[in-house]
Structure formats: C-alpha cells, structure tokens
C-alpha cells in the first residue's frame, strides 16, 4: 500500500520557522520525485516546492530563499524547512510523489502526481 504521510504542522508567528516532514512508503522512492503543494482556504492549490530523485530542487518564487526541500533517501523521508512565515502561507500542506518535477516557468503543476498525503495544516499568525 503507497503511504504519504505529513507531519510537523501546526501554529507559529509570522517570521517563526517549521519543519514539515513527508513519510513514505510502498513504492520505490528513490525514483520518484517529491513534491509540496498547499491550499489555503478558497483558493486553488498550488505546487510550493519539489525535489527529484537525483537531488535538484525547485521553488516558486513566492518561498523562494525562505524555504527549503531535501529528502534521505535511506530514510525515505522528504523535509521541508520553512522559515520567515507569513500569513500568506497559512494552508494545507500536502506531499505529493512523481516520475519526475512538472516545473514550467517559474510554476509547479500536479498533472503529473501520481500518490498524495493527505495533508498537514500550517498556519501563521500576525
């Protein structure tokens, strides 16, 4: 069974820090990509962030220098350090796996998901 499961959500204040972590399981990880998205109440979802499986990295330029992905492979475990929250970036945090980042122009797309978690709330107080 394919498992993605967030952790290290919760409450901060603008400018703190968290460390999101995406556990997973029942497939071959090292050959997959893995990626964050977020929702934020009524809005559409949208790609955060994704790490492939030889190791290069993506950001939107919305959390870029603020944000940053890795994963252990060994672990197969995918963090996503968070630091100088704002507001804006309250939502639902969601891991997702991939053959490889859909990143086009400065834009992450979910055409190409192929497993999801289920979610970890991260909201940033004023």
């Known amino acids: 069974e394919v498992k993605l499961v967030e952790s290290g959500g919760g409450l901060v204040q603008a400018g703190g820090s968290l460390r999101l972590s995406c556990a997973a399981s029942g497939f071959a990880f090292g050959d997959y990509a893995i990626g964050w998205f977020r929702q934020a109440p009524g809005k559409e979802r949208e790609g955060v962030s994704c790490?492939?499986?030889?190791?290069?990295?993506y950001y939107v330029d919305s959390v870029k220098g603020r944000f940053t992905i890795s994963r252990d492979n060994a672990k197969n475990m995918v963090y996503l350090e968070m630091n100088s929250l704002k507001p804006e970036d309250t939502a639902v945090y969601y891991c997702?796996?991939?053959?490889?980042?859909?990143?086009?122009?400065?834009?992450?797309?979910?055409?190409?998901?192929?497993?999801w978690g289920q979610g970890a709330q991260v909201t940033v107080s004023s």
């Open positions: 790490i492939n499986a030889g190791g290069s990295t």
């Open positions: 997702a796996a991939e053959g490889m980042c859909t990143f086009y122009s400065g834009s992450y797309y979910s055409w190409g998901i192929n497993y």
